[in-house]
T-cell receptor, first 111, second 115 residues
């Protein structure tokens, strides 16, 4: 089944404790992205990648890191999480400028 | 810089009413794509449509229709004869063709359809 998977789906952590949210797609898509969703703000792009080893900042990259070492994986790294990074996070992938396939979301709470 | 405005935060209608969700965008790019996505209460994001800036033809898919007007920078979405299952958050989004992955979303419109 074609899908984008994210892990974990739910995470509660404390300020400053490094964490990684994994994202994997099995559709051989070149494009992948990370978004955060906050009430009243819609989805805001954190980082995007148009190919392996090619990443660029979205609108809200501060406090996040990404890497794209393999085509299928695009992990999101929070080196020192803070409470303002409490949010719902979505990973997405696509063939070029086309429909984005979204993962199920990761709900992160930083205490 | 790109910007997408969905001025309607929340709309409530009764089943079978028609409803239009507004989307206004700003961009300096001459070539771009516009999208609509649906997020039902279950939380997943569902693709509805993609439209490129060259194509101003309206599109109809069942009860859904989209009106793209470059002159007013709008890409509005109409649901005809709404149903309870249409209740969801709807997002409009924009990306320049040059950066196919750099998507900017509007804040979303919550649509509640009552039976």
């Amino acid at each position: 089944e074609a899908q984008v998977t994210q892990n974990p789906r739910y995470l509660i952590t404390v300020t400053g404790k490094k964490l990684t949210v994994t994202c994997s797609q099995n559709m051989n898509h070149e494009y992948m992205s990370w978004y955060r969703q906050d009430p009243g703000l819609g989805l805001r792009q954190i980082y995007y990648s148009m190919n392996v080893e090619v990443t660029d900042k979205g609108d809200v990259p501060e406090g996040y890191k990404v890497s794209r070492k393999e085509k299928r994986n695009f992990p999101l790294i929070l080196e020192s999480p803070s409470p303002n990074q409490t949010s719902l996070y979505f990973c997405a992938s696509s063939w070029g400028v086309d429909e984005q396939f979204f993962g199920p979301g990761t709900r992160l709470t930083v205490l | 810089a790109q910007k997408v405005t969905q001025a309607q935060t929340e709309i409530s209608v009764v089943e079978k009413e028609d409803v239009t969700l507004d989307c206004v965008y700003e961009t300096r790019d001459t070539t771009y794509y516009l999208f609509w996505y649906k997020q039902p209460p279950s939380g997943e994001l569902v693709f509805l449509i993609r439209r490129n800036s060259f194509d101003e033809q309206n599109e109809i898919s069942g009860r859904y229709s989209w009106n793209f007007q470059k002159s007013t920078s709008s890409f509005n979405f109409t649901i005809t004869a709404s149903q309870v299952v249409d209740s969801a958050v709807y997002f409009c989004a924009l990306t320049p063709m040059e950066y196919g992955n750099k998507l900017v979303f509007g804040a979303g419109t919550i649509l509640r359809v009552k039976s």
